[in-house]
């Protein structure tokens, strides 16, 4: 649907074809250079018709032309004067416009619903970009009123010397988020353009993790209501592990999901690591136990001018950009990003990254082959994440074991229901439709004696209680090491076989 004038003009500029929007008595409000290129009109008038204004005379049943607008229905009259052409009203939400496109052949069902698709995503875009200049005039002023006010405080109060060191302080604090706001709409607006240069070369990342550690521990040192978060770092692969990045891109990915992790994490612990992924990657994990992402709006998160609104998340220190510009520099870099998370327990965000020769990724999967040979096995994998599944895919590559994939719970009942020769199955809780516990209480009733491994990023207890009281044997942690999956994969085949 066409909701207003004011939302469709800058599509209307920009649409290649003849488009024109007309009030219920077929008058022009709006043409855009196409419609007067092809209908050759030098100055569009009110008073006429758009007949009139094109030049011919067509015979029209308005009226069915308006039941049909109103009903939905898109109508198409051709050009008597030149047949190959059609006249094509689409419906708008408003009962005093009328939308018009002249197209050179009949359309399709699946080209009119490209052109609505086309459409919405511009008038979305549109929104959002609105949402987004009204969202920066409030992220600008902020820091600017603590600015100008604290430093007329400054100037015409008497104050202490501590008084004016807290607000120097604070104006310091704001300068800083100013300058971080103005770079990242710098940064997304060269991505968007595509003036983003990548200039990669071999990272080592035991420096730079040792670098992140460094600054965000004396950044949680320095802030007293974060002062009870541990912080904490991980690794599955050797020390001197690197990857093929820039590195000014990899410390700012890495920089910027650290920092939600600490803006949304008030108890608790932050963990940042990497581990071997799929296919000579390396898989790096942000985990927090901070206040979680509601399923409604994981869809936002990586969107460009898109907002969380939920307690404890929306407008908390930043404008929103943050998550958009690491995800288009993840995919500059060759790897990919995503996420999983449950309110109230935390967040854990993934992204992979091309790993260097150092990593001895041939080695490492000789040792695991020579350990665990499951040929004659079959596993169920269970995540609507397809990365995760990618990654678990890749972990047991090297066992030779036959891997299927449920991208929910409905279809791992199926799977289980249809195929009864499934050794094992890596079950995630959280998804959407029926969830992990469901599935495995369902799939429980159908093989009571099939291994469930439980995979979560959530490792507190009551989780863990609720998914062995449903069914599961056992219970993996995210980020998952390659050892202890493979150990306690192999632990429930062998206790399987007595």
Known sequence: ???????????????????????????????????????????????????????????????????????????????????????????????????????????????????????????ESNRLKTAFLANMSHEIRTPLNTIIGFSDLIIDEELTHEEILNLVGMIKTSGKSLLQLVEDIIDISRIEAGQVRINPTQVKLGPVFQEMFMMFENQLNKRRDRSGVELRTGSAVPADACVFADIFRFRQILINL???????????????????????????????????????MASKVFQRFGQINQPGIHNREGAGLGMAITKQLVELMGGKIWFDSQPGKGST???????????????????????????????????????????????????????????????????????????????????????????????????????????????????????????CSDFITKPISKHELLSLIDQHLKRNMM
């Open 258 to 296: 650290l920092s939600n992790a600490v803006k949304f994490t008030e108890s608790g612990f932050i963990e940042f690591g990497y581990l071997l992924g799929e296919s000579g990657m390396i898989q790096f994990y942000v985990k927090d136990t901070g206040v979680g992402i509601d399923p409604a």
């Open 349 to 471: 965000f993934y992204f992979t990254l091309p790993a260097c020769q150092p990593i001895r990724l041939e080695q490492q999967s000789d040792f695991y082959n020579e350990l665990f040979e499951w040929s004659k096995e079959i596993f169920l994998i269970v995540d609507d994440v397809e990365a995760n599944y990618l990654f678990l895919r890749s972990l047991l590559k090297s066992t030779g074991a036959l891997q299927l994939w449920a991208k929910n719970g409905e279809e791992a009942i199926r799977y289980c229901r249809s195929n009864p020769d499934i050794s094992l199955v890596l079950m995630d809780i959280q998804m959407p439709k029926t969830d992990g516990y469901e599935a495995t209480r369902k799939i429980k009733e159908l093989n009571p004696g099939l291994p469930i491994i439980a995979q979560t990023a959530f490792a507190d207890n009551e989780s863990k209680a609720k998914a062995i009281q449903v069914g």
């Open 1 to 123: 649907m066409i909701p207003s004038n004011t939302s469709v003009q800058s599509w209307f500029e920009h649409f290649a074809m003849p488009a024109a929007l007309l009030d219920s008595d077929f008058r022009l409000l709006m043409i855009n250079e196409s419609f007067k290129t092809f209908f050759r009109i030098v100055e569009s008038n009110a008073d006429a018709t758009v007949w009139q204004q094109a030049g011919f005379e067509l015979s029209l049943d308005v009226s069915g032309i308006k039941r049909d607008l109103d009903n939905n229905r898109v109508v198409g009259i051709s050009l008597p004067s030149n047949p190959e052409f059609q006249l094509r009203f689409y419906p708008s939400d408003s009962a005093e416009s009328r939308l018009i496109l002249a197209i050179t052949e009949p359309e399709s069902g699946s080209e009119r619903e490209t052109l609505r698709k086309t459409l919405d995503e511009a008038i």
